[in-house]
Each structure stands twice: as structure tokens, then as C-alpha cells.
């Protein structure tokens, strides 16, 4: 989960909202003490964190979440959850779902924990053909507005901190109206969640950042704007390698090398480029095999490498 000060917290939704310090320490502390907290001086306690937040018309209990269980095991269990939805085993996520609701005692008295569930619920029903694409949307709109208090996802609030499930239900509706036949609309969305993480003052978690960047570039790729996706994987492989991360960079390597393929296709490239497009899905192949999330997805990377090892044979035989 993405983690951020109170201080970070604080400081950021002040500025979005255009308050001063003295503006919002008023009948609650200090401004002295405001700028103590911005400046990570001081740490403010849970009950005055809350009532600056509210002032600024935020729930203070959004940003402390998922601490409302008081466990701290709660947190490794969320990992365990996002690993369990990243390889699709839709039996053993709804397992860890039953098992946070019953061991953890996720309250549903909290918009936010209400939130979180909801989420995994409608992405399991949908994965198992039990509801809709237009079912799902809708669900997870309802989900959305738990926290949000909107509905259209083009609507994010950019400028304040979001949670990483708000951000994730964002790029959830994103896949889903790609699946309903909408792409124009979630291409909007995902432009809204780009300028978000393109904030200047943005703390980047790379799980949802990664998911997000990863649907972005497919979906770019899809509607022909190669050179575009091409850009978002070149820049998200350097992010990661920067954080050390590799475990996800096979997927960025693969869509260069497929934009690169279908350029080609598209008469755009040159065709001996085809070589330069097997290199980077080689690369995607190896890099997922030592970090499958999802095993689906080491089958498709082989068979699409072997078929461009086909589309180079034919080229050498007719001398191109």
C-alpha cells in the first residue's frame, strides 16, 4: 500500500485548497504548529490530524486507513491480496477476502473499508462471468463514491492525495469501459490518473502507478498511437530500475516490442526493425520468467516472440 506522512498529507490538501496556515489552524492550534507539522517538526496525533483534515473538507479517516482494525498484520495481508489478484487466482482471493472480513474484522462502519471490499468483490464477480462489464462499471462507480463522492472517473480529484485503492478502482472503470467498447472514455481516464501521477509534488507508489502505466500504454498501442505507448514504457523502465524494482518491468518490455511490430505492420517502420521488436520481447520473456506474476502471461510473450521468429524467416527468404 502507498504510504505518505501525515506531514505530506497535510501540506498537500492545504495547497489544493488554498488555505494559509493561520486559515487552518484556527480554533483547532497554533499556525506555528501547522507549519511545524508541514515541515515533519512535529508528528500531530490521530484526533487533531482529522479535525485539520475535516476543515479542509476531507475525511481524516481516508488517510489514515487501514489502521481502522488497529492490526498491524492488516497490512501484510493487503499484500498478500494484490499478489493473489495479480495472478488471477480468483478462488483463493475471495478465501483472503472472507478471511480479512471474519479474522481481521474489516469494519464496515468505515466508507473506506467498504470501499476496499467492494473493489475486490466486483472484480471477482466479473472475472467469473457472474456479472456484466456494465454491471461491473457501475459497481465499481458505487464503489468510487464511497470516498470520492463522484461517479465519473474523469472527475478525479487530482490535486489532492489519493488513496491506492481510489486510484485502483480509477483504472479498474479505465479496463472496463475498454471492455464495454468505450475506448475513448478510458483513454480520458487515463489521461486524468497521467496528470495526477505527473504531479509535482507526488509521491509515487509504483503498484498502482505500474498497473496504471501498464494499462495506458496497452490502450495507446490499440488505438495506433505507437510512438506514444512506446514513450510511457521507455519512461516507466527507467522508474522502476531507479527504485530497484524488476519484477514488473517485463510487461513495458514486451508493448515496446509489440508497438514496434505493428508499426512495421503499419508500413512505419522498416522492417528489418522486426529483429529490434524480438530483442525487447526476448527480454519480457526472460524477465518474466523470473518474476511471473501471472503465469498466462509467460505463454503469450512466447508465442508472440516465436511468431515474429517466423515473420523474420519469411523476410529472409523473399530477401527483405
Given at each position: 500500500?502507498?504510504?505518505?506522512?501525515?506531514?505530506?498529507?497535510?501540506?498537500?490538501?492545504?495547497?489544493?485548497?488554498?488555505?494559509?496556515?493561520?486559515?487552518?489552524?484556527?480554533?483547532?492550534?497554533?499556525?506555528?504548529?501547522?507549519?511545524?507539522?508541514?515541515?515533519?517538526?512535529?508528528?500531530?496525533?490521530?484526533?487533531?490530524?482529522?479535525?485539520?483534515?475535516?476543515?479542509?473538507?476531507?475525511?481524516?479517516?481516508?488517510?489514515?486507513?487501514?489502521?481502522?482494525?488497529?492490526?498491524?498484520?492488516?497490512?501484510?495481508?493487503?499484500?498478500?491480496?494484490?499478489?493473489?489478484?495479480?495472478?488471477?487466482?480468483?478462488?483463493?482471493?475471495?478465501?483472503?477476502?472472507?478471511?480479512?472480513?471474519?479474522?481481521?474484522?474489516?469494519?464496515?462502519?468505515?466508507?473506506?473499508?467498504?470501499?476496499?471490499?467492494?473493489?475486490?468483490?466486483?472484480?471477482?464477480?466479473?472475472?467469473?462471468?457472474?456479472?456484466?462489464?456494465?454491471?461491473?462499471?457501475?459497481?465499481?462507480?458505487?464503489?468510487?463514491?464511497?470516498?470520492?463522492?463522484?461517479?465519473?472517473?474523469?472527475?478525479?480529484?487530482?490535486?489532492?492525495?489519493?488513496?491506492?485503492?481510489?486510484?485502483?478502482?480509477?483504472?479498474?472503470?479505465?479496463?472496463?469501459?475498454?471492455?464495454?467498447?468505450?475506448?475513448?472514455?478510458?483513454?480520458?481516464?487515463?489521461?486524468?490518473?497521467?496528470?495526477?501521477?505527473?504531479?509535482?509534488?507526488?509521491?509515487?507508489?509504483?503498484?498502482?502507478?505500474?498497473?496504471?502505466?501498464?494499462?495506458?500504454?496497452?490502450?495507446?498501442?490499440?488505438?495506433?498511437?505507437?510512438?506514444?505507448?512506446?514513450?510511457?514504457?521507455?519512461?516507466?523502465?527507467?522508474?522502476?530500475?531507479?527504485?530497484?524494482?524488476?519484477?514488473?518491468l517485463y510487461n513495458?518490455?514486451y508493448n515496446i516490442?509489440?508497438?514496434?511490430s505493428k508499426k512495421?505492420?503499419?508500413?512505419?517502420?522498416?522492417?528489418?526493425?522486426?529483429?529490434?521488436?524480438?530483442?525487447?520481447?526476448?527480454?519480457?520473456?526472460?524477465?518474466?520468467?523470473?518474476?511471473?506474476?501471472?503465469?498466462?502471461?509467460?505463454?503469450?510473450?512466447?508465442?508472440?516472440?516465436?511468431?515474429?521468429?517466423?515473420?523474420?524467416?519469411?523476410?529472409?527468404?523473399?530477401?527483405?
Amino acid at each position: 500500500m502507498g504510504e505518505y506522512s501525515k506531514a505530506a498529507v497535510i501540506k498537500y490538501t492545504r495547497k489544493a485548497t488554498g488555505m494559509t496556515q493561520e486559515e487552518l489552524s484556527e480554533g483547532i492550534c497554533e499556525p506555528v504548529t501547522i507549519s511545524r507539522y508541514e515541515n515533519g517538526l512535529l508528528n500531530p496525533s490521530d484526533d487533531k490530524f482529522i479535525r485539520l483534515m475535516q476543515k479542509m473538507g476531507e475525511s481524516g479517516y481516508t488517510c489514515l486507513f487501514p489502521l481502522h482494525c488497529e492490526m498491524a498484520d492488516l497490512q501484510k495481508e493487503m499484500e498478500k491480496m494484490l499478489s493473489l489478484l495479480e495472478r488471477a487466482d480468483w478462488d483463493e482471493v475471495e478465501n483472503q477476502k472472507r478471511r480479512m472480513e471474519q479474522e481481521f474484522q474489516l469494519s464496515l462502519d468505515y466508507p473506506e473499508n467498504r470501499q476496499y471490499l467492494k473493489r475486490i468483490e466486483v472484480i471477482v464477480n466479473y472475472k467469473k462471468g457472474q456479472i456484466s462489464v456494465q454491471e461491473a462499471i457501475e459497481q465499481m462507480r458505487e464503489a468510487l463514491h464511497e470516498t470520492l463522492k463522484i461517479r465519473e472517473p474523469e472527475d478525479l480529484p487530482i490535486y489532492r492525495i489519493l488513496r491506492e485503492t481510489e486510484i485502483l478502482i480509477v483504472y479498474n472503470l479505465a479496463t472496463y469501459y475498454e471492455a464495454y467498447g468505450d475506448r475513448e472514455k478510458a483513454l480520458r481516464i487515463y489521461h486524468r490518473l497521467d496528470q495526477y501521477f505527473k504531479r509535482e509534488d507526488m509521491v509515487n507508489d509504483y503498484k498502482p502507478r505500474y498497473l496504471v502505466y501498464v494499462g495506458y500504454s496497452n490502450i495507446l498501442g490499440l488505438s495506433g498511437k505507437y510512438d506514444e505507448s512506446i514513450a510511457i514504457c521507455k519512461r516507466e523502465i527507467e522508474f522502476l530500475r531507479e527504485k530497484g524494482i524488476l519484477n514488473y518491468l517485463y510487461n513495458f518490455y514486451y508493448n515496446i516490442g509489440w508497438n514496434i511490430s505493428k508499426k512495421i505492420e503499419c508500413g512505419l517502420e522498416k522492417k528489418e526493425r522486426i529483429r529490434d521488436a524480438r530483442c525487447y520481447v526476448w527480454m519480457a520473456y526472460h524477465l518474466c520468467r523470473s518474476y511471473p506474476e501471472n503465469k498466462n502471461n509467460l505463454k503469450i510473450i512466447f508465442e508472440f516472440y516465436n511468431e515474429m521468429k517466423r515473420l523474420i524467416l519469411r523476410g529472409s527468404e523473399s530477401g527483405t
